[in-house]
């Protein structure tokens, strides 16, 4: 890790670009330095579809939806631009879902609110049956969860334990695909 005066003690690369070493908890917020925090995300992993799924799934499972926005940004950069919509749609539920968790209620709906409107706008093209997208993503069935959370989340629902309104991050893991148990 390298500091500088300049950079006022910020984390750089060899390159110098900024790159945070602190630790982080299972939502990603920021633990101080030194604290043991939960394994980050490598950057820039290449994986086929079905391997985002599942890992991506495993997270949301977990109860780290940081984490899984992580695989599906990997994923919106590595893979073909006519996906790409699909990808950020899923980058958004993460990130909604994990602010939800954190107790922002109204950063949480809309980020909820705009993965679904990407998803359900056509940015998971049709696979097979009706709402459902390429590799078997439910589109139809994580649009409605998205809504049906973002809906509850500002009304002052959940238990997460991270303050009023705060959901519980693994119990409202959405199911990605039809097929997931």
């Known amino acids: ?20 070493a602190r630790p982080r908890d299972g939502l990603g917020r920021p633990l101080p330095y030194g604290a043991e925090g939960v394994p980050r995300q ?3 992993v290449v994986r086929d ?3 985002t799924l599942r890992e991506a799934q495993r997270l949301f499972d977990a109860g780290m939806p940081f984490h899984a926005h992580e695989v599906f940004e990997d994923a919106w950069k590595s893979g073909p631009e006519a996906e ?9 539920l993460a990130v909604g879902l994990t602010h939800a968790a954190r107790g922002n209620a109204a950063g949480g709906a809309r980020l909820l609110r705009r993965g679904a409107d990407r998803l359900a ?33 500002e009304g002052g629902e959940g238990d ?3 303050g009023p309104g705060a959901v ?11 097929d997931a148990a």
């Open 49 to 51: 579809p079905g391997a």
């Open 84 to 92: 790409r919509d699909l990808w950020q749609g899923l980058a958004q």
């Open 42 to 44: 490598p950057e820039g």
């Open 160 to 162: 997460g334990g991270a």
């Open 1 to 20: 890790m390298n500091r500088t005066t300049h950079d006022r003690g910020r984390d750089r690369d060899e390159e110098g670009r900024a790159r945070s």
């Open 168 to 178: 519980d991050a693994a119990a409202e893991a959405p199911r990605l695909r039809r």
């Open 121 to 153: 706008a056509g940015g998971a093209p049709t696979g097979g049956s009706p709402g459902t997208g390429p590799y078997g993503i439910d589109v139809g069935g994580l649009v409605s969860w998205a809504r049906e959370l973002a809906a509850r989340t």
